[in-house]
């Protein structure tokens, strides 16, 4: 990425989907559990189905990187 003639923006990934737990995991990496500090979810701020996705084909066809 850094030897590229121009900046540009890359997605190096697993190329698969996965359900997100953001607060979940970000609690967990420093000891805590996010219930002790999560009072209150606002249903309008949750979406229906919360996954996320990633596509590394820009970098596969760019760079010629590979998943090891």
């Known amino acids: 990425m850094l030897q590229q003639e121009a900046p540009d923006d890359y997605v190096v ?3 698969r989907t996965t359900a997100s737990r953001s ?3 970000a609690f967990s990496h420093v000891g805590l559990d996010w219930r002790t500090y999560v009072r209150k979810i ?4 949750v979406r229906p189905k919360s996954t996320t996705s990633s596509a590394p084909a820009k970098a ?3 760079l ?3 998943r090891p």
Do not use: F, L, Y
């Open 13 to 15: 990934s697993r190329a």
């Open 23 to 25: 607060a979940e995991v």
């Open 42 to 45: 606002r249903n309008s701020c």
């Open 60 to 62: 596969r066809a760019k």
């Open 64 to 66: 010629g990187w590979r």
